[in-house]
């Protein structure tokens, strides 16, 4: 849990954490603007609240009580840098890679998570936790399908690698309702460059167009799929799909990847609907804004990176 936060700087001292995060990110001037979805805070977060159901879901729309849902939207001012937030450490093994199946609600890329060889730690987490699969989240148009938001601006897609805490669990299972159990880095996808190392995926989609039906990657490399710049955002929050546990450290890159038009297609040519059933496009599949609730006041994302001077207050 992060602690309470003062001007800009993190009482939070237990990590014994040391190094300065200097690298510097760029300001997003310049950046079109997407349209705005709803905001996190206000009578429109609590609309957002009661429509957080994907008919595609099987479990519960909402956590009784629960005070640590994402997705957010990141209000970059009220941000806070943490000197203490070291880069985080990303070691992953293109062998680990084992196949990608259509879950009815996205594509999954699994990973062999029986040994330590895939994973991360370092930067928010206290422990080493096991790469257990990625995926992405895409709207039916290029104007929606971020999960998380950046002072309202919206991404085409968002990408999430799932990792698990494998010091303090034994398996995913466990892990995803414990505490400190999930960290998950989300990447902002949007269009631009043809993304090579994507290209890989995109080709084999074909193949499990239909819920269910699962094709072989071979060797992949999940690193190829994040910025090169890692300044990221962290904060405590939650699965965005059931059961919904707050059990996430989020990981939230600032710069996102890019990829090509035609990629972005590609993914919206997938059904979330079975063999037999009537057709229904694997689109929109990302969940609505979540309240910061107290994150608000002490929780803010802590970030690895200083905002650039004109953003400081
Ligand atoms: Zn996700």
Redesign the pocket.
């Known amino acids: 849990m992060l602690g309470t936060l003062v001007l800009g700087r993190s009482l939070r001292n237990a990590s014994g954490f040391s190094a300065s995060v200097t690298q510097l990110w760029g300001a997003p001037r310049g950046h079109p603007r997407r349209p705005e979805r709803c905001c996190s805070q206000g009578p429109c977060a609590q609309r957002n609240r009661s429509d957080a159901w994907h008919p595609l879901w099987k479990g519960p729309a909402s956590v009784p009580g629960g005070t640590r849902q994402s997705p957010v939207n990141i209000h970059w001012r009220d941000s806070v840098y943490d000197p203490q937030l070291q880069p985080l450490r990303v070691s992953y093994a293109a062998a680990s890679c084992l196949h990608v199946w259509n879950t009815g609600y996205f594509f999954q890329v699994e990973f062999d998570d029986s040994a330590e060889e895939s994973g991360i730690c370092g930067g928010p987490l206290e422990n080493h936790y096991r790469l257990k699969q990625f ?1 992405f ?1 895409w709207g039916a148009t290029d104007e929606r399908g971020s ?1 998380h938001t950046v002072d309202g601006r919206v991404y085409p897609a968002e990408l ?1 690698l799932v990792h698990w805490n494998s010091v303090k669990y034994r398996n995913y299972t466990d892990a995803v309702v414990g505490e400190n159990g999930v960290a998950v880095i989300g990447v902002f996808v949007k269009l631009g460059a043809r993304h090579e190392e994507l290209q890989k995926l995109v080709r084999v989609l074909p193949e499990i167009k239909l819920k269910g039906a699962r094709a072989a990657v071979g060797p992949f490399q999940p690193s190829c799929l994040l910025p090169a710049c890692r300044d990221y955002w962290t904060y405590p929050g939650s699965l ?2 059931p059961p919904l546990s707050e059990s996430v450290t989020w990981i939230v890159q600032k710069r996102p990847i890019e990829v090509a038009q035609d990629q972005l297609a590609a993914f919206r040519t997938l059904l979330s609907s079975a063999l037999g059933e009537e057709e229904r496009s694997m689109v929109d599949n990302y969940r609505p804004l979540q309240p910061l609730m107290n994150r608000k006041r002490d929780g803010n994302p802590h970030a690895s990176s200083r905002p650039p001077d004109s953003w400081m207050s």
């Open positions: 995926h989240h999960e999430h965005t799909t």
